[in-house]
């Protein structure tokens, strides 16, 4: 499994979103409205369409999402924010890069320098890594579901493929503008859905065995992830389950 789809689904487990539900609301609310500066009709806007939905799909109150539109469109008062793409390298020469709304990127542009150089990854230029990812819609399923069920939901719902990852979970890959489509399906039919985005995926892996790099590319993602401004960490690292449990507890 692709290191963003396990550590999603170890952070579940840890209850990490729970914990941090403010933080993540927070960050929701700032994509709805960087997004609604363009329009707040999500029927003309789809690029508003998609954050509502994925505001949603982390049960985000519709009272919050409409303050968060208000603020785009200038009805209430909101913040500038621009959108920056950090890239860098991790502990074994894995790949990140870091999707960052920021309404100062002087301040933001040195903390992520200041993560990667306490914790020994290393900033890259822009396109140094880039070129490795592309958007995905990317869908993960809870453990011991019906595969046929999956498979024929999925696929009749437009994705673009399942793929068993064990245990009776499943990823489902679909075009990033229709991953909250096939989310929904699912959920119809009763599938546990553990997480659901549009996340840059890398085409290759690279494989982690040691356990120091190991803990070491986890403690990176975990601060930038922490950070107010860093929206989303995508990466390219590969590891077994019982590495990343190890290097996870």
Same mark, same amino acid.
Not at 81 to 88: L, R, V
Not at 100 to 116: C, Q, S
Not at 129 to 134: A, K
């Given at each position: 499994?692709?290191? !963003?789809?396990?550590?999603?689904?170890?952070?579940?487990?840890?209850?990490?979103?729970?914990?941090?539900?403010?933080?993540?609301? &927070?960050?929701?609310?700032?994509?709805?409205? /960087?997004? $609604?500066?363009?329009?707040?009709?999500? #029927?003309?806007?789809?690029?508003?369409?998609?954050?509502?939905?994925?505001?949603?799909?982390?049960?985000?109150?519709?009272?919050?999402?409409?303050? $968060?539109?208000?603020?785009?469109?200038?009805?209430?008062?909101?913040?500038?924010?621009?959108?920056? *793409?950090?890239?860098?390298?991790? !502990?074994?020469?894995? $790949?990140? *890069?870091?999707?960052?709304?920021?309404?100062?990127?002087?301040?933001?542009?040195?903390?992520?320098?200041?993560?990667?150089?306490? =914790?020994?990854?290393? @900033?890259?230029?822009?396109?140094? /890594?880039?070129?490795?990812?592309?958007?995905?819609? /990317?869908?993960?399923?809870?453990?011991?579901?019906?595969?046929?069920?999956? @498979?024929?939901? &999925?696929?009749?719902?437009?994705?673009?493929?399942?793929?068993?990852?064990?245990?009776? &979970?499943?990823?489902?890959?679909?075009?990033?503008?229709?991953?909250?489509?096939?989310?929904?399906?699912?959920?119809?039919?009763?599938?546990?859905?553990?997480?659901?985005?549009?996340? *840059?995926?890398?085409?290759?892996? /690279?494989?982690?065995? #040691?356990?120091?790099?190991?803990?070491?590319?986890?403690?990176?993602?975990?601060? =930038?992830?922490?950070?107010? #401004?860093?929206?989303?960490?995508?990466?390219?690292?590969?590891?077994?389950?019982? =590495? *990343?449990? =190890?290097? &996870?507890?």
């Amino acid at each position: 499994m692709s290191g !963003h789809s396990k550590w999603a689904t170890i952070k579940h487990k840890k209850g990490a979103a729970d914990k941090a539900r403010g933080k993540l609301f &927070a960050k929701l609310a700032r994509q709805i409205e /960087v997004a $609604a500066k363009s329009g707040g009709d999500v #029927d003309t806007n789809p690029t508003l369409r998609t954050a509502v939905q994925k505001a949603k799909a982390g049960r985000m109150t519709n009272d919050a999402i409409d303050r $968060a539109i208000k603020r785009g469109t200038g009805d209430d008062d909101g913040g500038t924010y621009e959108s920056i *793409m950090y890239e860098g390298y991790a !502990h074994g020469g894995v $790949a990140l *890069m870091i999707d960052v709304l920021t309404d100062n990127r002087n301040r933001t542009g040195a903390e992520i320098r200041n993560i990667f150089s306490k =914790l020994g990854g290393s @900033m890259a230029e822009p396109g140094a /890594v880039g070129w490795q990812f592309q958007r995905r819609g /990317v869908i993960l399923t809870g453990e011991a579901v019906d595969e046929d069920t999956v @498979m024929m939901t &999925a696929i009749e719902a437009g994705a673009d493929d399942v793929i068993a990852e064990g245990d009776g &979970a499943f990823r489902v890959m679909t075009d990033p503008s229709i991953v909250y489509d096939v989310k929904a399906a699912l959920d119809d039919v009763g599938i546990e859905v553990i997480s659901a985005d549009s996340p *840059m995926v890398a085409e290759n892996l /690279v494989p982690v065995t #040691d356990t120091a790099d190991a803990k070491g590319i986890l403690r990176i993602l975990e601060a =930038l992830e922490d950070n107010d #401004d860093v929206q989303d960490v995508f990466s390219n690292f590969d590891m077994t389950d019982e =590495l *990343m449990e =190890l290097a &996870a507890s």
